[in-house]
C-alpha cells in the first residue's frame, strides 16, 4: 500500500527545531525516501538510519494519512542492512473515518557490488509484509493476509548525477501478485541540498499497470539529520484508484552521525 506525506503543523515544527538544534553538513547520496524506488546504499556498520515521515495519498474515492510513518534501518557491515517500518494510518472514505496500526514491513538489504563513490552498486532487498492488528483488518485499513516483496537495485553514480534501478516481484496472499518497476535519477545543486525526481510502477496481474511520477528535495542539516520532501501523482492505472495526489514531509535521522565509506579501496567491503 503507498501513501504520501502529509504536510501538518506538527512536522513543521519538528523539522524547524531539528534545524535550529543540528546545524548544517553537506549532502550525501542515497536513496529510498522520499522516492518510493529503493537503491543499494546501506547505514554503514553499526549506524542507524531513522526516517520518520507524514504521508498523503488522495484518490477520487478516499483519503488517507500515515502519521506518523517509523522505518528503522541498522547497518551490519558495510554491506547489510536490517529494516523494520510500521505506520499509524487513518483513512477516510465516503464520509466514513478509520484510524488504527497499519501493516508492519521487515527486510534485509545485501549490497553484492559496490558501495557509495563507485560507480556501480547492486543489492537484493526482500521485504516481508504483515498484519499485526485485527482491529486495523475489521475496520479495513488493511488486507488480511501478507506480501513478500523480493526487488533488486542497480546504482550508476557519475558525479553529481546519481541513477537508480529497482525491479521485483510482490507476491500477495489472497490477492493478485505483481512487478514493481521504479526508475529514479538524484543530482546535487549543492553541498547540502539534493534534487530527486522518479517513475515509478506496479503492474498487478491481469490489471492496468499503475505509473506514478515523483518529484521531491532532500536538505542537509547536520551530518545527523535531513529534512525530505516530494509530491507526486499517478499518470495512469485504475482510475478510482489511482492517486491524484502524494506529498510527503519527513525527517531523516543519522545516528551516530552519517557513516562516511570513504574512497573505495580494496579492502571495502570486507
Known sequence: MRSTIHAGLAAAATVAVATLLLGAAPVRAQGGPPLITDDPDTPGPRHWE?????????TREERETEAPRLDLNYGVGRRIQLKLEVPRLAREDAGVR??????????????????????????IYP??????????????????????????????????IEVNLEVGR????GGPDAWVFGLATEAEL???LELVGEVHAESEDRAPTEWIVNVGARAKISRKATLMLAVGRAVAGRAAERPRLLALVGLQLNLPEAFDFGPPTRMSGR
Request: glycine share 8%; net charge positive.
Open 98 to 123: 478509520a484510524s488504527g496500526v497499519g501493516d508492519t514491513t521487515a527486510g534485509v538489504k545485501w549490497r553484492m557490488v559496490g558501495e557509495e563513490h563507485r560507480v556501480i552498486a547492486w543489492s
Open 50 to 58: 531513522i526516517n520518520l515521515t507524514l504521508l498523503r495519498e488522495r
Open 190 to 192: 549543492s553541498r547540502r
Open 127 to 160: 521485504q516481508y509484509e504483515f498484519n499485526t492488528s485485527r482491529t486495523s483488518i475489521d475496520r479495513g485499513l488493511v488486507r488480511s493476509g501478507h506480501e513478500l516483496l523480493l526487488p533488486s537495485e542497480l546504482t550508476l553514480e557519475v558525479k553529481p
Open 170 to 173: 510482490n507476491l500477495v496472499s
